[in-house]
């Protein structure tokens, strides 16, 4: 079935009133010139746009989430925290790229707080709007640009992102610039070096998300083709593409050699192909944060893996494996997630998207559904593929998407990555299907007959795409009574964090993680015997739960049941050794038992793990103290001092300072102690018979004296005050 010429053209755009200025790009030139007209439009759908989104704010500030990131959001703050304290070099390989914490980052060192971040994601969305805009223009004309303006508007699944700290928006920003980049310089046969700006835009998405490599090769091909092959300088502009792309991403990848684990970006990727592709998966990503996800991370962990870019071959291989034992399962998640991708359905795994809709107004006001768009981007992939030798940039890096779709885990959230791409093959055979009706009106006959198959055609792919039954999860991966108590709890309104806890548990039933939670919330408000009996509750209905273990060794420590205590932390940290409390609380109740060496073991995994733990820097300190390494042990509290000062490692580097026979230096770090806490009784003890043995007595006997009226039984201190007088 031919499609009318309007679709080709842009004709059918005069039908509402516009020009056409951008054709099928046969003279690009003739797209250029902007009417004050369009300059009106434009500036209207952004305005729209900076509206809705200020509207959406206004009812989600209030909101529990607006200032408390959970799951991969809460990891992005968190990275972004300690990048905005000066640490921007990491120290391990992380699951998410470094692009958007350090756009955090930036603007938290420039005072903005956690609320104020949400701004960052908004006004990304509103630059892709203009940037789809242009884009449009140059694919299609000002009426293309017009339609898929209005159907991103509509489409309120940007602005749900929007709301959430993840790099979702960033990524989908800048992949709309890398198309509006490279159709702006073609259209104006920008010379070779000018291409570079394509490939740093491809390599700033790349370190957002590294799955953005895969439109490279694409890319490289349109560049090459599209701008005259060898002849008119097509080479030495992909050759630009290329080493934008390497200039940025390039270096992420050498930090990451440099400390010991040269992935290309981040880690993961080997653990959510294992995900999308094991033997029993949904072909989604539905594995929970909590006990599930550390239980697949343990198998990496079993087989000896340390390094994550050798979990990630572990679970390459691991995920091969298990599709070839099973090829038929494996084809069918592969085919579902191919499905969702092209379908009507939103999978949510980032955030509970219901949740949000019913508590904000202006996304219940937003209709348009996926659903309502994917017909029409199929109806204009297949159009684009059928009547171009060489198919629009826009449609080939969406299809150079697609091996992305099947080899990870799906959901809305991935695809959100190109949707922009979506939108722009579905806009022109929208206007298509509208011209189609307007001549099908006018002349009737063989033209109605071609609008009604055309309709029917549309309508079909409609009901295939959105109604076809998946078994998709009832329950989404987000259960937001449990984090809604964890927000609660961290306020330290244990009561109210145990109503959202009991609420978990009536609607989830027995859950290890929940039964944890709880037991925590019972703990801070005194009820150890409740917290014991939540604790072994969790153990009882999830027998990995570390956590719970941990937690109920600290009960049992503080009964006095130390060997029991041990044995339960010994449990955790084989099941997690990846936990840094773990380490210190294990290595913590180790060197109180005399086993030092295996102690500072612990402590050193755990202070690789979390460089910034102030617990952990403290015990190794005391640890190598202990081990008579003072070198090491200084070190270790000057390296906590500069993670926070606290008065306990003043305190240690006081004593180490005068053991080595430099009391002044002793007396400096025991005066710090003081500033910190002016009636330490610690640190007054020191210090007075530290001035005393200098002769310095009535400063010491002053400061024995002060201690002395907080701790009256301390007869060793009483002799000493009596001899200095």
């Known amino acids: 079935m031919s499609l ?42 952004l305005s729209i746009a900076v509206l809705v989104r200020i509207a959406f704010v206004a009812g989600m500030r209030h909101g529990p989430f607006f200032d408390y990131p959970i799951i991969d959001a809460a990891e992005y703050y968190g990275w972004a925290t300690t990048m905005a304290k000066g640490e921007w070099l990491w120290t391990r390989a992380h699951i998410h790229g470094p692009l958007y914490p350090m756009l955090l980052a930036f603007f938290i060192r420039a005072g903005a707080h956690l609320p104020g971040l949400h701004l960052v994601n908004h006004v990304l969305g509103i630059a892709s709007t203009a940037l789809l805009y242009a884009a449009a223009r ?47 310089l073609k259209a104006r046969r920008a010379a070779p070096p000018w291409w570079i700006v394509v490939g740093v835009i491809l390599g700033l998405s790349a370190t957002g998300r590294p799955t953005a490599l895969i439109f490279l090769p694409a890319l490289l091909w349109w560049t090459w083709r599209s701008c005259g092959a060898r002849r008119h300088g097509g080479a030495a502009r992909a050759a630009a593409v290329f080493a934008g792309v390497i200039l940025i991403v390039a270096p ?71 599709m070839t034992a099973e090829p038929v399962a494996a084809a069918g998640r592969i085919l579902r997630r191919l499905y969702l991708f092209f379908g009507g359905p939103e999978v949510d795994t980032s955030h509970d998207r219901r949740w949000f809709r019913d508590h904000s107004e202006v996304l219940r006001l937003l209709f348009l559904p996926a659903g309502a768009i994917v017909p029409f981007t199929l109806i204009g992939l297949f159009s684009s593929l059928r009547h171009r030798a060489v198919p629009p940039l826009h449609v080939l890096l969406l299809l150079s998407y697609v091996p992305v779709i099947l080899a990870f885990p799906y959901s809305s959230r991935y695809r959100m990555a190109v949707f922009f791409f979506f939108i ?90 929940i039964w944890n939670n709880r037991g925590l919330a019972l703990e801070a408000i005194g009820d150890r015997r409740g917290a014991r009996s939540a604790y072994e509750k969790a153990i009882d209905v999830t027998p990995n739960h570390a956590k719970a273990m941990a937690n109920l060794a600290g009960i049992l420590y503080a009964e006095g049941k130390l060997d029991s205590a041990r044995a339960l932390l010994e449990e955790a940290t084989g099941l997690e050794p990846g936990n840094a409390d773990f380490c ?125 009226a907080i701790r009256p039984d301390d007869r060793q201190v009483a002799e000493w005050l009596e001899r200095a007088r």
């Open 584 to 708: 210190n609380n294990l290595g913590a109740l180790l060197l109180r038992g005399g086993e030092v060496k295996r102690a500072i073991a612990l402590f050193e995994r755990g202070v690789d793990l979390s460089p910034r733990h102030g617990g952990l820097l403290y015990n190794l300190g005391k640890a190598y103290r202990m081990a008579g390494r003072d070198d090491d042990a200084e070190k270790a509290f000057r390296r906590l001092v500069g993670v926070r000062e606290t008065k306990e490692a003043r305190l240690q580097l006081g004593a180490l300072a005068e053991a080595r026979g430099d009391p002044r230096g002793a007396a400096r770090e025991y005066g710090r102690a003081l500033e910190l806490d002016g009636e330490w009784p610690d640190a007054l003890r020191a210090l007075g018979v530290l001035l005393i043995r200098a002769g310095d007595r009535d400063r010491g006997a002053g400061m024995l004296q002060r201690y002395l």
């Open 138 to 184: 140059r694919i299609g004309g000002r009426a293309t640009a017009l339609i898929a303006s209005i159907l991103a508007l509509l489409y309120g699944h940007f602005l749900y992102f929007e709301g959430l700290l993840l790099a979702t928006s960033l990524v989908a920003f800048l992949n709309i610039a890398l198309l509006a980049a490279a159709l702006e």
């Open 252 to 322: 992420v990848t050498l930090r990451n050699a440099a400390i010991g684990d040269p992935v290309l970006v981040q880690a993961n990727g080997g653990m959510n192909f294992y995900i999308a592709n094991r033997s029993g998966a949904d072909g989604l990503a539905s594995v929970r944060p909590g006990v599930e996800w550390k239980a697949i991370e343990r198998l990496a962990t079993e087989a000896g893996a340390v390094r994550e870019v050798d979990r990630d071959r572990f679970y390459y291989k691991e995920g091969l494996k298990e």
């Open 4 to 45: 009318p010429a309007a679709f080709h053209n842009g004709a059918s755009s005069r039908g509402i009133g516009l020009r056409n200025g951008g054709g099928t790009g046969a003279r690009w030139e003739s797209g250029d010139r902007w009417s004050g007209r369009e300059r009106v439009i434009l500036a209207s759908l």
């Open 424 to 513: 722009l093959a579905a806009a022109p055979a929208l206007l298509s299907l509208a011209g189609a009706a307007r001549a099908a009106r006018r002349a009737g006959g063989s033209i109605r007959a071609i609008f009604l198959r055309r309709l029917g055609l549309t309508a079909g792919l409609f009901a295939a795409l959105n109604i076809l039954p998946l078994g998709m999860p009832v329950e989404g991966i987000v259960r937001i009574p449990l984090h809604l108590g964890k927000r609660l709890y961290d306020l330290h309104d244990y009561r109210g964090a145990l109503a959202f806890y009991d609420e978990a548990l009536a609607r989830w039933g027995d859950d290890g993680d």
